[in-house]
């Protein structure tokens, strides 16, 4: 059974960095394409970033664009998102997820079958 945990959440100021971990087991993390997802309150779901299989291929939402970076290591089965000049609009939970189609880097949320349980991220002024 595939289980992805998120870690790496807190509380920062506007303007700092912060790095998100993903780790997964059960499955194969290496085949498949993987993402992050964000929720904040009274809002839909919204994809952040994904990354392919091999890693070679990224996407990110504008809004994250040249801010964030989706890294992986298949080695170690785990994914990354690092943050920098976060703004309180990253305010959210955090959610790794991971793909199941043959799609590089999927963008929407019917396209991954695995989630994690959300990590909290709090962004102040």
């Known amino acids: 059974q595939v289980q992805l945990v998120e870690s790496g959440g807190g509380s920062v100021q506007a303007g700092d960095s912060l790095r998100l971990s993903c780790a997964a087991s059960g499955g194969t993390f290496s085949r498949y394409a993987v993402g992050w997802f964000r929720q904040a309150p009274g809002k839909e779901r919204e994809f952040v970033a994904a990354?392919?299989?091999?890693?070679?291929?990224?996407r990110y939402s504008d809004s994250v664009k040249g801010r964030f970076t989706i890294s992986r290591d298949n080695a170690k089965n785990t994914m990354y998102l690092q943050m920098a000049t976060l703004k309180p609009e990253d305010t959210a939970v955090y959610y790794c997820?991971?793909?199941?189609?043959?799609?590089?880097?999927?963008?929407?949320?019917?396209?991954?079958?695995?989630w994690g349980q959300g990590t909290q991220v709090t962004v102040s002024t």
């Open positions: 997820a991971r793909s199941t189609r043959q799609v590089p880097t999927p963008t929407t949320k019917d396209l991954y079958d695995y």
């Open positions: 990354i392919s299989w091999s890693g070679i291929s990224t």
